[in-house]
């Protein structure tokens, strides 16, 4: 087949992301702290953009919020230049507005005329005061005798004031290990071991893994862990719980061959086999329960005391309450959302001086970025309403009832109820949270899959089948468990289709021990 070239003219449909598009897509998705963060950086960055006036409690434009008025210039004169002259020159002190003589006017009786008050301790080092109205000379030892002009009294004492910062996990070993270690290599050992200690208090890398690292004989980084291991707080440096246990019990004297025996044998006490535990550890059954008694009442955890890590709370982005109609009002918060303005008045008075063809260019792109941003937060906000609100309208039993009545509901149903596309709605519930009457959820919250009626009726959602389950459990009494088994068949018996595996499933998500482990629990208990 011969080759050849020609030319052709097709047309064609194509999506084309513009940077606008993709600007609009992001901040759909964003939280609301990273939106703050993002609407931050562009205030930063474009000088067109502005707070809108009432945000964090500042105008607009202070000038204008205090008043200030710009006084029309005289005949001649430049406005753009508030210091020229009438001749086009700027004027010297003798040119001065009486208002300008006024604020430049420093002479101490000058200002005390003015203000009815005596300025004689203020103005004391005065350039040109006389001999005998200067402060007297200070003696040689003045430093230590230096009274304050307001003295301080026991009330105004402040003692937060001098609090100083949170001190961490590490900065609290690596004080003691200052203070054990007299030995540079032993210290610097010690300075690496402290650093693979996480916030929970236990050591995350290998002995082996850190001599081989420092280029240090194992022996002596087993021998400086030990030494970790002797710090406050007691059992920080454990590689494991048994060994955080072990450290503790040895301090209080506690770590006899019975109690060696319990704890290599943690696997048997989370499962309540105290039968097997009684014949290995050598003991009855009273003196079980207080060596089970003296382990709860150790840290597993030695080193949450120190943590640092602050929680961010949840800040819903929409709420929800109950209405006088009986229905519900849903609302944005106000709180949630950045309001920026693009300052029209500065930029006319920039474009009117611009010169070269870059500043012309750079000020278009800031103007279109800055009324873009705005208008992609106006329809962010719209957009988070309309969902909101179609998810209040398709769970109305949920928030009336509780979470044994949420509905099966998926993104298409919503996307096509409010005329958008799934991968907007998406979009939408990603990293957003709703405040209703039962509490702060995240809006995917209300996505959940639907199980199958056993009689052929409506669907039952998977969150609330999963509190039927809960429910169940928590109900059963200490000598009837139930079983999965049973569960699914209670389940069945009320209405919902669901599998024995799925049970299972479901139980473990939730951390729900099997029947076996929760008969062990409350026979103990009991």
Known sequence: MALSQKLEIRQSQSLVMTPQLMQAIKLL????????????????????????????????????????????????????????GAAGERGGEDDLPDWLETQLDTDAAGIADRLDTDLGNVFQDEPGKPPEEAAPAMPDDSWQQVPSRQPVSSEDYNLEAFVAEERSLADHLAMQLGLAVTDPTMRLVGQAIINEIDDAGYLQADVAGIADRLGAPVALVEETLALVQTFDPSGVGARDLAECIAIQLRERDRFDPAMQALVSHLDLVARRDLATLRRLCGVDEEDLADMLAEIRALNPKPGNAFGTTHV???????????????????????????????NQSYYASVARVKKSDTDKAYLAECLQSANWLVKSLDQR????????????????AFLAEGVQ?????????????????ESTVSRVTSNKYMATTRGIFELKYFFTAAIASAE?????????????????????????????????????????DIARRTVAKYREAMRIPSSVQRRREKQAAG
């Not at 944005?332 to 303005?341: D, I, K, M, Y």
């Open 405 to 421: 009545h949420l509905r099966p509901l998926n993104l298409k149903t919503i996307a096509e109820a409010i005329g958008m596309h």
């Open 381 to 396: 906000a719209r957009t988070i309403l309309k969902v909101a609100t179609e998810i209040v309208r398709q769970q109305d």
């Open 456 to 496: 052929g009726g409506e669907a039952h959602s998977a969150e609330a089948v999963r509190f039927r389950i809960r429910k169940l459990i928590d109900e059963e009494p200490a000598d009837a468990i139930l079983s999965d088994d049973t569960i699914v068949k209670i389940l069945r018996d009320s209405g919902v």
């Open 29 to 84: 998705q964003l939280s609301n702290l990273d939106l703050v963060a993002y609407v931050e950086a562009e205030l930063e960055r474009n000088p067109l953009l502005e707070r809108a006036e009432g945000e964090d409690g500042e105008p607009a434009n202070p000038r204008e919020e205090q008043g200030e008025r710009e006084e029309p210039s005289a005949a001649g004169e430049n406005p753009d230049d508030p210091y020229e």
């Open 312 to 342: 961010q709370p949840v800040i819903p982005d929409v709420m929800v309450r109950p209405g006088p109609d009986g229905g519900w009002l849903v609302g944005l918060n106000s709180a949630t959302l950045p309001r920026v303005l693009v």
